[in-house]
Structure formats: C-alpha cells, structure tokens
C-alpha cells in the first residue's frame, strides 16, 4: 500500500492545491469521509464545511460550500463550487456567504427547504469550527 496519494483541490477560479496526501478529510453531503492510498472507487458530493488535507509536513484546511469529490485508488480530486484556504476567511467573507444562504431559504419552494436550510446550519457551524 502507497503511503501518499495525489490530491488536487480545483475551484472555478482557481487551482488551490496539487499535492501529495496521507489523507483527505471531506464534508460529503451524506456524511463526513477521509480519503486515503488505495480507497475504494467513489464519487461523493460536497457540503459546506471544512476540507482537511494530511500531508507528511502537517494538514491544510480549506473552506469549501459546495461540489463533488472523486476518489481513486490513486488520489482524489475535489471540484469545488466556491473554495478557500481556511487561513483566508474572513467574517465578511462568511457572512456574505450566510445572507446568500438566507436569501436562497426565504425563496426556497417548499421541497426545497429543508436543503436550503441545512446550507444555512453547515455555514453556521463552519463559523463555529474556525472560530468566526
């Protein structure tokens, strides 16, 4: 079994990481997962939170609000719909991202809700985890 993983975390703007990984911590919308060398074939999509990335100097921590994650037995590729590295979000940043989740809510047709709503909660709580 390899010890690394290619892993590469891509965002319309912009590519924000190409790295090797021990190991890749991913908010998946049915559930948290961590991708590891050698994991099982799998496609997942995101949730907002916090995407950790173990590499053998230490761990990167990204913010991402949305997406999809492919696994491999060689490495996983995040395509985010909105990313940034956790160390660059500010307050402002996140409350821009809440009142467009709070906007999105307010008009959310009735089988839309709940979803609408969990967006707003993963938001709240990504504030909380970084300390916002």
Avoid: N, W
């Avoid at 799998?42 to 997406?67: A, H």
Wanted: glycine share 8%; charged share 25%.
């Amino acid at each position: 079994m390899a010890d690394t993983m290619q892993f590469d975390l891509v965002s319309p703007e912009r590519r924000l990481a190409s790295l090797e990984a021990r190991a890749v911590r991913i908010p998946g919308a049915d559930g948290d997962m961590t991708a590891m060398p050698d994991h099982a074939p799998t496609i997942t999509t995101l949730r907002p939170g916090l995407l950790t990335v173990e590499t053998g100097s230490g761990s990167e921590s990204y913010l991402v609000t949305g997406g999809f994650a492919e696994i491999t037995a060689e490495g996983t590729t995040v395509l985010a719909e909105a990313a940034m590295a956790k160390d660059e979000v500010t307050r402002d940043y996140l409350e821009s991202l809440l009142a467009e989740a709070r906007e999105a809510q307010a008009s959310a047709t009735p089988d839309l809700a709940d979803a609408a709503a969990k967006v707003v909660a993963d938001l709240v709580a990504v504030g909380d985890q970084i300390g916002l």
